[in-house]
């Protein structure tokens, strides 16, 4: 988890500094450039993180659905390679990089919206940020579980589960849209839970760092 988020908020402040290093002049017009700034900073974090948690995430799923002795993870991993290179290690990564790059974007936006809403209705700033993380991590868990559930069967498989598209119309013709939504409950629930401490964490963080002398 760390270094999800980690690598989500270093990829976003990244983008930041780019759009705000090389942007064109006339992008620059309030609100217009703000949303194009989010966007573009969310996209790369989302794509940062999605390409440095990838291999984790294929070990973690690949371990969970073992049977029989379970192998830890440096087994699990050469195992993988075994039979099917590095790329192995990367299976999913194309799910995870469509979860994570508009999952990412709205995030962030989502965070940002309900965040400065609170504050101009006078609530007190940590209650404030607590509703932004709640906001973002239910938008989030929403707009990407479809994604996840995709990524799963791939990264659960040994190789034969084939591309995005054809995973997504397997569960859509035998489960229905609901099968893209299973787990919904856990997940928010831990998200809800992460994004609210995570938030909370990074507010006080930047709060106190502003208050340094420069």
Not at 142 to 171: D, F, H, Y
Request: overall charge positive.
């Amino acid at each position: 988890q760390p270094l999800y988020i980690g690598t989500a908020f270093a990829g976003y402040e990244l983008g930041k500094q780019l759009w705000d290093a090389h942007a064109r002049p006339h992008l620059r017009s309030g609100s217009f450039d703000d949303a194009l700034r989010l966007f573009f900073a969310g996209a790369l974090g989302g794509a940062v993180c999605a390409t440095c948690v990838t291999p984790f995430e294929r070990l973690k799923v690949r371990m969970q659905s073992q049977t029989g002795v379970p192998l830890g993870p440096l087994r699990t991993a050469r195992d993988l390679c075994a039979r099917g290179g590095l790329p192995a290690l990367f299976a999913g990564l194309g799910a995870t990089i469509a979860r994570e790059v508009p999952g990412t974007v709205i995030w962030f936006a989502a965070y940002d919206t309900a965040m400065r809403r609170l504050r101009e209705w006078h609530t007190p700033r940590p209650l404030a940020v607590m509703g932004g993380g709640l906001t973002a991590g239910l938008a989030f868990t929403l707009s990407t579980l479809p994604l996840e559930r995709i990524k799963t069967i791939q990264q659960t498989s040994a190789g034969g589960a084939g591309g995005a598209l054809a995973v997504a119309t397997r569960v859509l013709r035998h489960e229905g849209v609901a099968g893209f939504y299973l787990g919904l409950l856990p997940v928010l629930a831990r998200n809800l839970l992460i994004d609210v401490i995570q938030w909370s964490a990074a507010d006080a963080i930047r709060q106190r760092a502003a208050r340094l002398p420069a």
